[in-house]
């Protein structure tokens, strides 16, 4: 697809999405505050959003004034809501630009490999609930990592070593439903100090299936007990949510059924859909344990680079796709599915009421406060080693099975480490083979796909920017031209007149400087305006939660304070785990 040679405006207001939220939002807050005893409603932060969402990308709520110096052509760049849940825009953004910062400021050279929990139903929904559960599930989750890795290390011959780890906390499900579970990445190696006391790498041998196996029940055991000890008290019942609306909301799309779109019905575009479903992908490297799954499945070697970048892209990705969510003749909202619904043959797509896909949103925005990106260990800003940990040097050292098990003094300057050949066979040999398929994947999303770097009129643009170094230099905020040059290699500061420069001259937000400005070129001067709340019907019965027909949630067992260690089977190829892995939504 060849570049355009001129930035064009999006124009969210012509976006389904905005359609939805628009029409629907004050009906959708009134509602809210019916559903609940005291008539709050939903928190401040779910009305800030959505009215964010409607501001953002609108020319006549502000907007970057990009003027060519030779020309004296202009464009307008209208500013964004900076909201980090409705709006795929500035999701998308963030997206980019904490992959950017991980793989230019943070990650050393090393293999990477992506650990993905996910948790049964009890304790999804508590870890929904409450964001102090959900912290605990992690640091339990990342501890049992931590110490497989240091033994790992204590079997090739060293001693004290360091642990680090990046966490995408997921809040979303591929049918927008509320699933938390974690997307960790970890290094295939551990930090040793050298001689000037700085990291060193050791790296690491790749992940058995029967360790994997243990590793699973391990944190099924401590994150049970978690559990249980949240709960004591409470009897049978978790813990509720301070936000009684969300609280509704979420027991809500939890316990009715999802509305199915079988394939064979034709969507507005006239399409069945059924073309662009690709086939499931057989999953390698996962265990599944009482409910708990773990896989770790996905690889990235230590010069690959743009691999990483993308698998941190993907981590950090918003909780839904705009391109797959559109708006049918009735009224309904169609969600397409990355890939066919496992339990149900030939599904590939969900459609809910305009109020009812609201309130899934509204569950998915991360309330203030809560971090969607997390750094462990070595990669922790309070870390010693932080500062240096990119300068880490990556060695090759002699195979391990020359090295005898006795532990190095601390005065040895320890050096990389590979598996050695006997190891490699033992290991599953999955973990490397999806590299190339990765790769392959990545070259077919577009969205995610870094292109070769061409300028608009054809030369080839300098390398990608990379974050500003120097003292103080601590943010990871990129400029908007250079972020479109990095993710699209578009370069929006060449005029697409006659190629000369272009600067951005003035931010204009006074509300009649922009009326004046926008009139004089035609455009509208205000943001479209808001449908206001349609009538409820007063005698509409309450949702009923406790409906017997409804399929019962089986709970964790009720074990003691140290449960016995479950019994639990490897399952290579499960195609009903829900986002378990990398090829998942």
């Given amino acids: ?257 999802l509305p199915l779109f079988p394939s064979s019905q034709q969507g507005e575009d006239g399409s069945s859909g059924q073309d662009a479903v690709r086939p499931t992908k057989a999953r390698s490297l996962s265990a599944r344990v009482d409910g708990f799954s773990l896989h770790a499945g996905t690889h990235v070697r230590a010069d690959d680079r743009e691999g990483l970048e993308y698998l941190c892209r993907y981590g950090a990705r918003g909780p839904f796709s705009l391109e797959r969510l559109s708006l049918l003749p009735d009224g309904r909202v169609r969600y397409a599915l990355r890939r066919p619904w496992p339990t149900a043959q030939g599904v590939t797509s969900l459609t809910f009421e305009p109020l009812a896909f609201l309130r899934r949103l509204a569950l998915l925005i991360p309330p203030p406060y809560q971090h969607l990106v997390r750094y462990h260990g070595i990669f922790g800003p309070n870390s010693r080693w932080h500062p240096r940990v990119p300068e880490s040097r990556f060695e090759v050292a002699p195979d391990p099975a020359e090295v005898t098990d006795a532990i190095p003094p601390s005065s040895a300057t320890p050096v990389t480490r590979e598996p050695s050949s006997e190891r490699r066979e033992q290991a599953p040999g999955e973990g490397r083979e999806q590299v190339p398929e990765l790769a392959a994947h990545r070259r077919g999303a577009s969205s995610s796909v870094k292109p070769p770097s061409l300028a608009p009129s054809g030369e080839a643009l300098a390398e990608p920017p990379a974050l500003k170094e120097g003292p103080g230099s601590n943010s990871r905020y990129i400029p908007w031209a250079d972020l479109l040059r990095r993710v699209f290699a578009f370069e929006v500061l060449v005029c697409g007149r006659c190629s000369g420069p272009m600067t951005v001259i003035s931010y204009l937000t006074d509300p009649k400087v922009l009326e004046k400005i926008l009139t004089h070129l035609g455009l509208p001067t205000c943001a479209p305006a808001t449908a206001p709340a349609r009538c409820l019907d007063a005698d509409a019965p309450e949702l009923d939660f406790e409906d017997p027909t409804d399929p019962p949630v089986r709970p964790l067992p009720t074990a003691a304070r140290s449960p016995p260690e479950p019994k639990g089977q490897v399952d290579v190829d499960d195609p009903t785990d829900d986002d378990g892995g990398f090829w998942g939504a």
């Avoid at 007990?225 to 009684?244: F, I, K, N, T």
Wanted: contains cysteine; charged residues 25%; glycine residues 8%.
């Fill in 1 to 257: 697809m060849p570049l355009p040679r001129s930035y064009r405006r999006r124009e969210p207001e012509k976006s389904a999405l905005y359609a939805l939220v628009r029409d629907h939002l004050e009906t959708f807050l009134e509602e809210g505050q019916r559903r609940t005893e005291h008539g709050f409603g939903y928190p401040a932060f779910v009305e800030k959003e959505f009215r964010g969402f409607l501001r953002c990308g609108i020319v006549s709520e502000g907007f970057a004034r990009v003027r060519c110096g030779q020309c004296g052509h202009e464009l307008f760049v209208a500013l964004s809501c900076k909201r980090r849940g409705a709006c795929p825009s500035c999701s998308a953004r963030r997206t980019a630009e904490t992959a950017v910062f991980l793989v230019d400021r943070l990650l050393p050279e090393a293999p990477y490999r992506q650990w993905v929990l996910t948790v049964p139903f009890p304790v999804r929904m508590l870890m929904a609930r409450d964001k102090t559960f959900l912290s605990a599930v992690l640091l339990a989750f990342l501890r049992v990592l931590f110490a497989y890795q240091r033994r790992q290390a204590h079997l090739l011959g060293f001693g004290k070593v360091k642990t680090g780890s990046v966490t995408f906390v997921q809040r979303a499900g591929s049918a927008v439903n509320p699933h938390p579970h974690f997307h960790s990445l970890l290094p295939d190696a551990v930090f040793a100090a050298d001689d000037d006391g700085g990291p060193c790498l050791i790296v690491l041998p790749a992940p058995t299936v029967e360790e994997l196996l243990k590793l699973t029940r391990k944190i099924a055991q401590r994150v049970t007990r978690l559990y249980h000890d949240r709960c004591e008290g409470q009897g049978d019942v978790a813990p509720g949510s301070s936000e009684p609306a969300l609280e509704v909301a979420l027991e809500e799309a939890t316990r009715t059924p």
